[in-house]
Structures are given as C-alpha cells and as structure tokens.
C-alpha cells in the first residue's frame, strides 16, 4: 500500500486476522498457534542467509508444512547482490496440495532476516502467518483450488 508502512500494513492483518478467528477449532486460523510459529523462528537469533539460525528455521518451516500435508522441495539458487559484487546461496521452501483446480492460491513470505536482530517482524509474522493459513486451509476436505505456499530466502 502506497504511503503506509509495512508495520501498519502488518497490524491491519494481524487485526483482521485476530478479528476473523471466532472459535479456535481446528478448521480456524488459530492466533496462538501463529505466536507459537513466531516465537520458534525468532528464538534462535537473526537468521540471515546461510547461518545456522536460518538453516534451523528452514528445516521448521518445511516439517511443518510437510506435517500439514504439503508437498515440500527446497529451491536452492545463486543470488547475485549487485550493490555489493557479492553473491550468495539461497533456499527457498516451495510446497504444493493439488486441488480440484490447477487454479492455486499461494501463501508467500520469507524466513530469513536481517543480521542485526532476531526477525520476529521481518519476515517471523509473515512466515508465522503463512504456515497458519498453509494448516487451515490443507485441513479443507477437497480444496477447490490448488495450494502452494513460497517461503523464500534471501529476501534482503
């Protein structure tokens, strides 16, 4: 949103998120479990690309979405940083639920972080969020759409 900074962008969500829930059954985005998935992303220190923090984070996000019930790859690729002539190795998380329809909704965050602090904003809330929706919406019996859900890495 133009003119709106992200944080307000990401409390307007949290908001209708936290508004929309109702009951906490297990067909409900579930605000306790979203905290929990932040608290486990962020408790290990910043988890900028290719630490061990990151790499723990990247292996919670797949068991998850692989207990969920989604189909999980790990998309590795070189990333060149122009600004700096660098260039490093991401991972990025790619699961798929196929669907009566080809059509898929897709979930999209990152997992990793800024080096200097532990990420719960940037990207643990998104992450949090989308790991959420990926369980709410894998519990539908016979989806109508086609799921995937992008967790991504190196997103500075």
Same mark, same amino acid.
């Given at each position: &949103?133009?003119?709106?900074?992200? +944080?307000?962008? /990401?409390?307007?969500?949290?908001?209708?998120?936290?508004? !929309? /829930?109702?009951?906490?059954? =297990? @067909?409900?985005?579930? $605000?306790?479990? !979203?905290?929990? %998935?932040?608290?486990?992303?962020?408790?290990?220190?910043?988890? +900028?690309?290719?630490?061990?923090?990151?790499?723990?984070?990247?292996?919670?996000?797949?068991?998850?979405?692989?207990?969920?019930?989604? =189909? &999980?790859?790990?998309?590795?690729? @070189?990333?060149? +940083?122009?600004?700096?002539?660098?260039?490093?190795? $991401?991972?990025?998380?790619?699961?798929?639920?196929?669907?009566?329809?080809? =059509?898929? $909704?897709?979930?999209? !965050? %990152?997992? @990793?972080?800024?080096? +200097?602090?532990?990420?719960?904003? @940037? =990207?643990?809330?998104?992450?949090?969020?989308?790991?959420?929706?990926?369980? $709410?919406?894998?519990?539908?019996?016979?989806?109508? %759409?086609?799921?995937?859900?992008?967790?991504?890495?190196?997103?500075?």
């Amino acid at each position: &949103v133009q003119g709106t900074s992200r +944080w307000s962008v /990401v409390a307007v969500m949290a908001l209708v998120l936290a508004g !929309a /829930v109702g009951c906490a059954s =297990d @067909d409900r985005f579930n $605000v306790q479990n !979203a905290r929990a %998935h932040v608290e486990r992303l962020a408790s290990g220190g910043s988890r +900028w690309t290719r630490n061990e923090a990151n790499e723990r984070a990247r292996a919670y996000v797949i068991e998850s979405l692989q207990l969920y019930g989604y =189909d &999980v790859r790990v998309q590795e690729v @070189d990333v060149p +940083w122009r600004e700096t002539g660098f260039t490093t190795r $991401v991972a990025n998380v790619i699961a798929t639920r196929p669907g009566a329809q080809r =059509d898929a $909704v897709a979930l999209v !965050a %990152h997992y @990793d972080s800024v080096a +200097w602090g532990p990420g719960a904003g @940037d =990207d643990g809330i998104g992450t949090a969020v989308a790991l959420e929706a990926a369980r $709410v919406l894998a519990a539908r019996p016979s989806p109508r %759409h086609s799921l995937m859900v992008l967790i991504t890495d190196g997103e500075e």
